[in-house]
């Protein structure tokens, strides 16, 4: 899941950028209104966490641009913005949520994940293919009753092609959910964790089978007895 955050303060932006990765997300940040609306353009994130105070102009006019292009990515605003008034206007203007600094960085994760659990969110609770579980907010995985511990790419790649069961999920669409605006992105990454992905399955006795789509991508399907 990928999630831009859209504030000026550098160290407001460190503390979330590593909470948020710990919990599995993928980062990308801004700091001004201009650059939020070309990564929104071009980008299709999961959620957006939006600062209200940014050096270009008012995080609301963000808000309603958003709400006149019809884009529904999900926002948090996280603000110092804290009158009754204000939080009003942000959530009349098209916020999901909102909530004021000081914060907890792990409120702010349960609350991205909340929004994402929301219906049409990314975040369904549990998905199964085979015999294979996987907790989504918990971000733990089992093969039959046996936990499987996998690094986070593995993970969020095992994610996209479970909720895409028998659908070929192409190399490009994992690479832009998998890897933010500053990570290196070699041209091997992807078929090497799908590598490494496919031997832990394998090992672990799963009941599907990840399929490479020559020049596309991946197919997961289930094994047939």
């Known amino acids: 899941m990928r999630v831009l955050v859209v504030e000026d303060e550098v160290r407001i932006v460190e503390i979330l950028q590593e909470a948020l990765s710990r919990s599995g997300f993928v980062v990308d940040t801004v700091r001004r209104c201009a650059e939020a609306r070309e990564a929104l353009s071009l980008t299709a994130y999961d959620a957006a966490i939006l600062d209200l105070g940014l050096p270009d102009g008012d995080g609301l006019t963000l808000l309603a641009d958003l709400q006149s292009n019809r884009n529904r990515v999900p926002v948090l605003v996280l603000t110092a913005r804290d009158a ?11 916020a999901d949520d909102y ?20 219906p049409g969110g990314a975040l369904g609770v549990t998905l199964q293919a085979g015999n294979i579980l996987f907790d989504t907010i918990g971000r733990d995985v089992c ?6 511990l996998l690094p986070r790419r593995e993970a969020a790649i095992l994610e996209h092609l479970m909720r895409r069961l028998g659908r070929v999920v192409p190399k490009t669409v994992l690479e832009d959910r998998l890897y933010g605006f500053d990570d290196e992105l ?26 490479t789509v020559r020049g596309v991508g991946y197919l997961l399907t289930e094994r047939r007895d």
């Open 84 to 94: 009754v008034q204000d939080r009003v206007s942000g959530l009349d203007a098209g």
């Open 99 to 118: 909530l004021v600094k000081p914060f907890a960085t792990v409120e702010v994760v349960a609350r991205v994940k909340a929004l994402l659990r929301r």
């Open 143 to 148: 093969v039959g009753a046996t936990g499987l």
């Open 186 to 211: 070699e041209s091997n990454a992807i078929p090497v964790h799908v590598h490494h992905l496919r031997r832990k399955l394998d090992t672990a006795g799963a009941t599907v089978e990840i399929h």
